[in-house]
T-cell receptor
Framework: DAMVIQNPRYQVTQFGKPVTLSCSQT?????MYWYQQKSSQAPKLLFH???????NEADTPDNFQSRRPNTSFCFLDIRSPGLGDAAMYLC????????????????FGPGTRLTVT | DQQVKQNSPSLSVQEGRISILNCDYT??????FLWYKKYPAEGPTFLIS?????DKNEDGRFTVFLNKSAKHLSLHIVPSQPGDSAVYFC????????FGTGTSLTVIP
């Protein structure tokens, strides 16, 4: 089955210790997204890739970086995690919006729950 | 500033009855609206959508209604089933997706 896979599902890191979360997809979608979701809050878009074009949201902290080495994989790097970065991180993909007339949905992975100690 | 709001954090409904989940938005530029369903330990999955040029879209037991003048979106589930128990997110799109905070639906057998 075509899907979005996130590894690991649970990640524990120490305050200030760099951590990388990974996402892969078998849907061959052009666009990949990273969201941060804290308890009882809406998912918040951090950045997205349109093919290899990186789009950073204006309020995404510099502490968060991303890499997309190829169509299938995307990584979220947190350079110096703070206690406030503990959250669920969701990866999503979608088709090329331009080909859908604006009517398209995102496909989400199961998320990685990050704990910072 | 939250552009998409779900003001009811939770909702309980008897099996077989109608579930109505509500969503309000503030940005008149939104042109596409979606509902996602999320089970514990899983990512959100797409449920149903509606374009801003329509006021209703139906898919089986699920119907989404859009009232553009009121900037209000609702999801009706009829009849509700225990397997519908999940968190429901509404989302709106204008170049990017904006999500609500979710409503946790419990369908009581």
């Amino acid at each position: 089955d075509a899907m979005v896979i996130q590894n690991p599902r649970y990640q524990v890191t120490q305050f200030g210790k760099p951590v990388t979360l990974s996402c892969s997809q078998t849907l061959n979608h052009n666009v990949m997204y990273w969201y941060q979701q804290k308890s009882s809050q809406a998912p918040k878009l951090l950045f997205h890739y349109y093919d290899k074009d990186f789009n950073n949201e204006a309020d995404t902290p510099d502490n968060f970086q991303s890499r997309r080495p190829n169509t299938s994989f995307c990584f979220l790097d947190i350079r110096s995690p703070g206690l406030g970065d503990a959250a669920m991180y969701l990866c999503a993909t979608s088709r090329d919006p331009a080909g859908t007339g604006g009517s398209y949905e995102q496909y989400f992975g199961p998320g990685t729950r990050l704990t910072v100690t | 500033d939250q552009q998409v709001k779900q003001n009811s954090p939770s909702l309980s409904v008897q099996e077989g009855r109608i579930s109505i989940l509500n969503c309000d938005y503030t940005n008149s530029m939104f042109d596409y609206f979606l509902w996602y369903k999320k089970y514990p330990a899983e990512g959100p999955t797409f449920l149903i959508s509606i374009s801003s040029i329509k006021d209703k879209n139906e898919d089986g037991r699920f119907t989404v209604f859009l009232n553009k003048s009121a900037k209000h979106l609702s999801l009706h589930i009829v009849p509700s089933q225990p397997g519908d128990s999940a968190v429901y997110f509404c989302a709106a799109s204008a170049n990017q997706f904006y999500f609500g905070t979710g409503t946790s639906l419990t369908v009581i057998p």
